[in-house]
C-alpha cells in the first residue's frame, strides 16, 4: 500500500490511494491540504509532548510518595487512593492528582438482591419509614439498558441499619461491586492575586487564542 511517503514530487495521493498532479488539483484544495498537514504535524507534537509529561510526572510522583513513605515514615500517604495535592513552597502552584474508579457489578448481585429481600420480608411491619424499603427497591430496578444504577448501589452501603439480614446484604453487596478501570488524572493551578487557585487547562478547547496582531500600517497602504 502506497503512503505519503511514496508520493513523487507535483503529486498529490487522494483519499482512494490514487496519484493526482498538483496541476489538476484546485488552489483551494491545496491550500486546505497544507493547512490541515500543517497543523496535524504540530498537534501530534504537542500530543507527544503531554504523553512524556504524564509519563514523567506519574513516576515522579510516585517516588515521592513512596519515599516519603519509607524515608520519612508519613502516615497520611499510607492509605490513599490515589487523591493527592503537591504545592510549590510559596504555594504559589499546586498539582492535583485524582484517581477515578469505574466501579462494575459481578454476579454476585443476586445474592445480595435476595438478602435484602430476605430483610425487607422480614422488617416490613416494624419499617417506621418505608424510605429503606423504597431505596432498595429502587437500587435493585435495572435501567433501560438493563444495568443497575452502581450510584444507588453504592447508596445502600452508606445505610447505617444494624439488623443482621441487612449487614448480612450489606456485605454480599460490598462483594458484588468491583473497581474494573482505574484513570489518574492530573491537574495543574495557579493561585491568582485574591488567593484563589485557577486551574491552568490543558484541554485544547478551554485555552484560549491569543488576540490577532495588529496589522502595521506600511501593511494596509501597501
Same mark, same amino acid.
Given at each position: &500500500?502506497?503512503?505519503?511517503?511514496?508520493?513523487?514530487?507535483?503529486?498529490? &495521493?487522494?483519499? #482512494?490511494?490514487?496519484?493526482?498532479? #498538483?496541476?489538476?488539483i484546485? #488552489?483551494?484544495?491545496?491550500?486546505?491540504?497544507?493547512?490541515?498537514?500543517?497543523? &496535524?504535524?504540530?498537534?501530534?507534537? $504537542?500530543?507527544? @509532548? &503531554?504523553?512524556?509529561l504524564?509519563?514523567?510526572?506519574?513516576?515522579?510522583?510516585? !517516588?515521592?510518595?513512596?519515599? /516519603? $513513605?519509607?524515608? =520519612?515514615?508519613?502516615?497520611?500517604?499510607?492509605?490513599?487512593?490515589?487523591?493527592?495535592?503537591?504545592?510549590?513552597?510559596? %504555594?504559589? =502552584? %499546586?498539582?492535583?492528582?485524582?484517581?477515578?474508579?469505574?466501579?462494575?457489578?459481578?454476579? %454476585?448481585?443476586?445474592?445480595?438482591?435476595? /438478602?435484602?429481600?430476605? =430483610?425487607?420480608?422480614v422488617?416490613?411491619?416494624?419499617? !417506621?419509614?418505608?424510605?429503606?424499603?423504597v431505596?432498595?427497591? %429502587? @437500587?435493585?430496578?435495572? @435501567?433501560?439498558?438493563?444495568?443497575?444504577?452502581?450510584?444507588?448501589?453504592?447508596?445502600?452501603?452508606?445505610?447505617?441499619?444494624?439488623?443482621? +439480614?441487612?449487614?448480612?446484604a450489606? #456485605?454480599?453487596?460490598? *462483594? @458484588?461491586?468491583?473497581? *474494573?478501570?482505574?484513570?489518574? =488524572?492530573?491537574?495543574?493551578y495557579?493561585?491568582?492575586?485574591?488567593? $484563589?487557585?485557577?486551574? +491552568?487547562? /490543558?484541554?485544547?478547547?478551554?485555552?484560549?487564542?491569543?488576540? !490577532? /496582531?495588529?496589522v502595521?500600517?506600511?501593511?494596509? !497602504?501597501?
Amino acid at each position: &500500500m502506497k503512503t505519503e511517503h511514496d508520493t513523487p514530487p507535483g503529486w498529490k &495521493m487522494d483519499g #482512494e490511494g490514487r496519484l493526482v498532479k #498538483e496541476a489538476n488539483i484546485s #488552489e483551494q484544495h491545496l491550500e486546505e491540504d497544507a493547512l490541515v498537514n500543517q497543523f &496535524m504535524a504540530q498537534a501530534t507534537a $504537542v500530543h507527544a @509532548a &503531554m504523553q512524556q509529561l504524564k509519563t514523567a510526572l506519574t513516576q515522579t510522583s510516585d !517516588a515521592f510518595i513512596a519515599k /516519603l $513513605v519509607k524515608e =520519612y515514615g508519613v502516615k497520611r500517604l499510607e492509605k490513599i487512593k490515589g487523591n493527592v495535592d503537591f504545592f510549590s513552597f510559596n %504555594r504559589q =502552584y %499546586r498539582i492535583s492528582r485524582r484517581v477515578q474508579d469505574t466501579i462494575k457489578v459481578n454476579a %454476585r448481585i443476586e445474592a445480595a438482591r435476595q /438478602l435484602f429481600d430476605q =430483610y425487607i420480608n422480614v422488617v416490613t411491619q416494624d419499617l !417506621a419509614d418505608d424510605g429503606v424499603k423504597v431505596l432498595i427497591n %429502587r @437500587a435493585f430496578k435495572p @435501567a433501560k439498558t438493563n444495568e443497575f444504577s452502581v450510584s444507588k448501589l453504592v447508596q445502600l452501603l452508606n445505610v447505617e441499619i444494624n439488623h443482621p +439480614l441487612f449487614r448480612q446484604a450489606v #456485605e454480599a453487596l460490598r *462483594d @458484588a461491586l468491583e473497581t *474494573d478501570t482505574s484513570c489518574v =488524572y492530573y491537574n495543574f493551578y495557579q493561585r491568582n492575586p485574591q488567593g $484563589v487557585y485557577e486551574l +491552568l487547562s /490543558l484541554r485544547f478547547s478551554d485555552v484560549p487564542a491569543l488576540p !490577532a /496582531l495588529p496589522v502595521p500600517e506600511q501593511a494596509k !497602504a501597501g
